[in-house]
């Protein structure tokens, strides 16, 4: 019996039904307006406007000098919008509930987010290729279309859609609370420390932010192709266990032909497999001769020397001649 923990999680019950998210009308009218303030943003630098404006105020204000006790911790608490590591960790938490649930669902969809995000944010940044503040040549300017790859923030999308992806796979309302509590501070925080650190223009991190909730916003439209990806992963895993079910050799048919067992004898050089039976009432078939690559063994000899006993030899000891006198 087993009393490890992973005995009792097997015990525990499953969720009885997962809700899966759906384009409602109040999150199709968060995605219309998170759209608008998207493209507001994006027509704002590229005119150069107050926004613009506000970039250059708050690059030359130098947070990071205001406040240098506070450069250590933000240089560790950035990294939560790092792709790589933090894509493993909540790729760790969602394995263990696929694991938990019985279904691929929380992993594809994190996958389908991260996808989404790489596409879409990537094309905004080489497109557009605004300079980043420690790069900028001139005062004022928007720096746009210059080979840079710093608009929308990287940093804060990946941190809204990373760790969003925990709230919008919640089961219970309670949990999506809370979740998304979490996500948001985690992502604003990750936003503001960029401005601090001086890597993003505020402008950018709103960009960011607006991409970020468009990719989970959106992302019940995935939901048919998740649920089709499932579906072809467990059917190929199905047909792999199959295969591996199936016997080495293939079965006999009722009253088909059957394999005629043989028996082996030595002639001389040669070694003759004679059948016993018939194979499929079609006779016995000839018998298979094989010429030896190597000789017989002899048959031992054995050996000429009289044999000893305990009461001495069999043969009767030789007589002396008899002597006259």
Same mark, same amino acid.
């Given at each position: 019996?087993?009393?490890?923990?992973?005995?009792?999680?097997?015990?525990?019950?499953?969720?009885?039904?997962?809700?899966?998210? &759906?384009?409602?009308?109040?999150?199709?009218?968060?995605?219309?307006?998170?759209?608008?303030?998207?493209?507001?943003?994006?027509?704002?630098?590229?005119?150069?406007?107050?926004?613009?404006?506000?970039?250059?105020?708050?690059?030359?204000?130098?947070?990071?000098?205001?406040?240098?006790?506070?450069?250590?911790?933000?240089?560790?608490?950035?990294?939560?919008?790092?792709?790589?590591?933090?894509?493993?960790?909540?790729?760790?938490?969602?394995?263990?509930?696929?694991?938990?649930?019985?279904?691929?669902?929380?992993?594809?969809?994190?996958?389908?987010?991260?996808?989404?995000?790489?596409?879409?944010?990537?094309?905004?940044?080489?497109?557009?290729?605004?300079?980043?503040?420690?790069?900028?040549?001139?005062?004022?300017?928007?720096?746009?279309?210059?080979?840079?790859?710093?608009?929308?923030?990287?940093?804060?999308?990946?941190?809204?859609v990373t760790w969003g992806i925990l709230?919008?796979?919640?089961?219970?309302?309670?949990?999506?609370?809370?979740?998304?509590?979490?996500?948001?501070?985690?992502?604003?925080? %990750?936003?503001?420390?960029?401005?601090?650190?001086?890597?993003?223009?505020?402008?950018?991190?709103?960009?960011?932010?607006?991409?970020?909730?468009?990719?989970?916003?959106?992302?019940?439209?995935?939901?048919?192709?998740?649920?089709?990806?499932?579906?072809?992963?467990?059917? %190929?895993?199905?047909?792999?266990?199959? &295969?591996?079910?199936?016997?080495?050799?293939?079965?006999?048919?009722?009253?088909?032909?059957?394999?005629?067992?043989?028996?082996?004898?030595?002639?001389?050089?040669?070694? %003759?497999?004679?059948?016993?039976?018939?194979?499929?009432?079609?006779?016995?078939?000839?018998?298979?001769?094989?010429?030896?690559?190597?000789?017989?063994?002899?048959?031992?000899?054995?050996?000429?020397?009289?044999?000893?006993?305990?009461?001495?030899?069999?043969?009767?000891?030789?007589? &002396?001649?008899?002597?006259?006198?």
């Amino acid at each position: 019996m087993r009393t490890d923990i992973f005995a009792r999680l097997d015990r525990e019950p499953e969720p009885p039904k997962i809700e899966i998210p &759906r384009m409602s009308r109040t999150r199709l009218a968060l995605f219309g307006g998170t759209s608008a303030f998207y493209l507001a943003i994006v027509v704002a630098v590229l005119v150069s406007s107050w926004l613009v404006t506000l970039d250059w105020k708050v690059m030359l204000f130098r947070p990071y000098q205001q406040w240098p006790e506070l450069h250590a911790t933000l240089d560790y608490f950035v990294v939560l919008g790092q792709r790589g590591p933090t894509a493993v960790m909540v790729a760790a938490w969602l394995g263990w509930r696929s694991w938990r649930q019985h279904t691929l669902r929380p992993l594809l969809a994190l996958g389908a987010a991260l996808l989404l995000l790489n596409v879409t944010v990537g094309a905004v940044k080489l497109g557009l290729g605004r300079l980043g503040p420690h790069y900028a040549t001139r005062i004022g300017s928007a720096e746009m279309f210059a080979g840079g790859d710093i608009f929308p923030s990287g940093h804060t999308a990946n941190a809204v859609v990373t760790w969003g992806i925990l709230a919008y796979l919640a089961t219970t309302p309670r949990a999506r609370r809370y979740l998304s509590a979490l996500s948001a501070v985690v992502a604003l925080g %990750v936003g503001l420390t960029t401005v601090y650190l001086g890597t993003h223009w505020l402008s950018d991190v709103l960009l960011g932010w607006a991409a970020g909730l468009l990719i989970l916003l959106g992302l019940p439209w995935c939901e048919p192709l998740i649920a089709r990806s499932e579906a072809m992963v467990f059917a %190929v895993r199905e047909q792999l266990r199959a &295969r591996r079910r199936q016997a080495p050799s293939l079965p006999v048919a009722a009253g088909g032909p059957r394999p005629a067992a043989y028996r082996t004898r030595l002639t001389g050089p040669e070694e %003759v497999r004679e059948p016993v039976g018939t194979a499929g009432g079609t006779g016995c078939p000839a018998p298979v001769r094989t010429t030896l690559t190597q000789p017989r063994p002899h048959a031992v000899v054995r050996s000429e020397r009289t044999p000893v006993t305990p009461a001495g030899t069999r043969r009767p000891p030789r007589s &002396r001649p008899l002597t006259g006198g």
